[in-house]
C-alpha cells in the first residue's frame, strides 16, 4: 500500500454520490444482559445498493498489480507530472459525426410512436452486436415488419450534407433487403441531384418517391401513417427518419479551441486523399463519408 500513502494514485469522481450502505443494528436497550448479535447484516435492498456503489467507486487501491504484471515497465508510480509539447508539421483532426435529432421537425412523429425511429436507430439495429442481434423488428410488439418507409426528415440541406444522409440511407436499404428480401421498401427523398444513389436504390427493389412527406401520424402502435402530396397518404409498419449528419460535439470543441473555421457542412468534403483543408495550413480535417 505504499504507493496509495504518496496520495497521487487515488483519483476521487465526483460524479458518485452513492453514499455508503450502513448496516441493519439492534437497539440498544435490546443488547443488555446477552450476546445477541449487534450488526444484523443488509437486507437485499441495501446489498444491491451496496454491490452498485462499490462496483462504481473506480479508485485505484494502490495494490500495485498493474505494476507488477507490467513486464516492460511502462507503469511508473514515481514518474511525475509534466506538460509535453510536441512539434509537428501538420495536424489532422478526425472530428466524428452524430446524427442530428434536435434538427428533425416535430411533424414526423419521433419518440411520438415507438415505431418511428431514426436511421440511426436503425443502424443499431441491423448490426449484429446490437440490441436485437441484428433481427429487424417493430418495437412496439417485436414483430417482423413487412412494410417499411425511409423519409427524409428536413426539408433541405448542403449538398454534401445532403448527399452524406442519403448514401447512409441506401447502405442501410441494401442490408435490409439482405435480411427482409420480401420487404416492401418505399423511400421518400429527393434524389434528382443523385443519380448513383437512386440507382443503387432501384437495383434494390425500392419504390421512390420523390414528393416531400408532409407529416408522419403515429397510431400507438403499427401501422403508421404517412402522408404526401395531393393528401395521399400510406400506411407502414416502420417508419425511418433519414437524418442529418453533423460533426461531434468533441470535434466541434476542439475546432473552437483551435480557431478553425469550418462550416455546418465542411467536415463532409475534401479532395482524393480524403483531407479537409482549414483556415491553418497546418491543420487539415480526415473527410467523413
Given at each position: 500500500?505504499?504507493?496509495?500513502?504518496?496520495?497521487?494514485?487515488?483519483?476521487?469522481?465526483?460524479?458518485?454520490p452513492s453514499p455508503r450502505q450502513h448496516l441493519f443494528e439492534i437497539e440498544v436497550d435490546e443488547r443488555r444482559n446477552n450476546y445477541s448479535e449487534v450488526e444484523l447484516g443488509f437486507d437485499q435492498e441495501r446489498a444491491a445498493r451496496?454491490?452498485?456503489?462499490?462496483?462504481?467507486?473506480?479508485?485505484?487501491?494502490?495494490?500495485?498489480?498493474?505494476?507488477?504484471?507490467?513486464?516492460?515497465?511502462?507503469?511508473?508510480?514515481?514518474?511525475?507530472?509534466?506538460?509535453?509539447?510536441?512539434?509537428?508539421?501538420?495536424?489532422?483532426?478526425?472530428?466524428?459525426?452524430?446524427?442530428?435529432?434536435?434538427r428533425i421537425d416535430r411533424r414526423f412523429g419521433l419518440a411520438k410512436d415507438v415505431n418511428v425511429v431514426s436511421d440511426l436507430q436503425l443502424e443499431r439495429m441491423l448490426s449484429e452486436s446490437g440490441p436485437s442481434g441484428g433481427l429487424?423488428?417493430?418495437?412496439?410488439?417485436?414483430?417482423?415488419?413487412?412494410?417499411?418507409?425511409?423519409?427524409?426528415?428536413?426539408?433541405?440541406?448542403?449538398?454534401?450534407?445532403?448527399?452524406?444522409?442519403?448514401?447512409?440511407?441506401?447502405?442501410?436499404?441494401?442490408?435490409?433487403?439482405?435480411?427482409?428480401?420480401?420487404?416492401?421498401?418505399?423511400?421518400?427523398?429527393?434524389?434528382?441531384?443523385?443519380?448513383?444513389?437512386?440507382?443503387?436504390?432501384?437495383?434494390?427493389?425500392?419504390?421512390?418517391?420523390?414528393?416531400?412527406?408532409?407529416?408522419?401520424?403515429?397510431?400507438?402502435?403499427?401501422?403508421?401513417?404517412?402522408?404526401?402530396?395531393?393528401?395521399?397518404?400510406?400506411?407502414?409498419?416502420?417508419?425511418?427518419?433519414?437524418?442529418?449528419?453533423?460533426?461531434?460535439?468533441?470535434?466541434?470543441?476542439?475546432?473552437?479551441?483551435?480557431?478553425?473555421?469550418?462550416?455546418?457542412?465542411?467536415?463532409?468534403?475534401?479532395?482524393?486523399?480524403?483531407?479537409?483543408?482549414?483556415?491553418?495550413?497546418?491543420?487539415?480535417?480526415?473527410?467523413?463519408?
Amino acid at each position: 500500500m505504499q504507493y496509495e500513502n504518496k496520495g497521487r494514485f487515488i483519483v476521487k469522481f465526483t460524479d458518485i454520490p452513492s453514499p455508503r450502505q450502513h448496516l441493519f443494528e439492534i437497539e440498544v436497550d435490546e443488547r443488555r444482559n446477552n450476546y445477541s448479535e449487534v450488526e444484523l447484516g443488509f437486507d437485499q435492498e441495501r446489498a444491491a445498493r451496496e454491490a452498485k456503489r462499490c462496483l462504481s467507486c473506480r479508485r485505484c487501491l494502490g495494490c500495485a498489480l498493474c505494476w507488477a504484471e507490467c513486464k516492460p515497465e511502462a507503469i511508473q508510480f514515481d514518474l511525475p507530472d509534466e506538460m509535453i509539447e510536441l512539434e509537428a508539421d501538420s495536424v489532422i483532426i478526425a472530428p466524428g459525426v452524430e446524427r442530428a435529432l434536435d434538427r428533425i421537425d416535430r411533424r414526423f412523429g419521433l419518440a411520438k410512436d415507438v415505431n418511428v425511429v431514426s436511421d440511426l436507430q436503425l443502424e443499431r439495429m441491423l448490426s449484429e452486436s446490437g440490441p436485437s442481434g441484428g433481427l429487424v423488428i417493430r418495437p412496439f410488439d417485436g414483430q417482423i415488419p413487412s412494410s417499411l418507409a425511409f423519409v427524409q426528415a428536413y426539408d433541405g440541406a448542403a449538398s454534401a450534407m445532403n448527399r452524406s444522409a442519403l448514401t447512409l440511407a441506401a447502405n442501410e436499404v441494401a442490408l435490409l433487403r439482405q435480411k427482409l428480401p420480401k420487404a416492401e421498401i418505399t423511400v421518400f427523398a429527393g434524389l434528382e441531384d443523385f443519380p448513383e444513389i437512386k440507382s443503387a436504390l432501384h437495383s434494390a427493389g425500392v419504390t421512390l418517391v420523390g414528393a416531400a412527406v408532409k407529416s408522419v401520424t403515429p397510431s400507438g402502435g403499427s401501422p403508421v401513417k404517412v402522408a404526401f402530396e395531393d393528401g395521399q397518404e400510406k400506411e407502414f409498419d416502420l417508419v425511418v427518419l433519414i437524418t442529418q449528419p453533423k460533426m461531434s460535439s468533441d470535434g466541434r470543441d476542439l475546432a473552437k479551441a483551435l480557431g478553425l473555421e469550418v462550416s455546418y457542412a465542411g467536415f463532409l468534403s475534401g479532395d482524393g486523399e480524403g483531407l479537409i483543408q482549414t483556415n491553418k495550413q497546418e491543420v487539415q480535417l480526415a473527410r467523413q463519408a
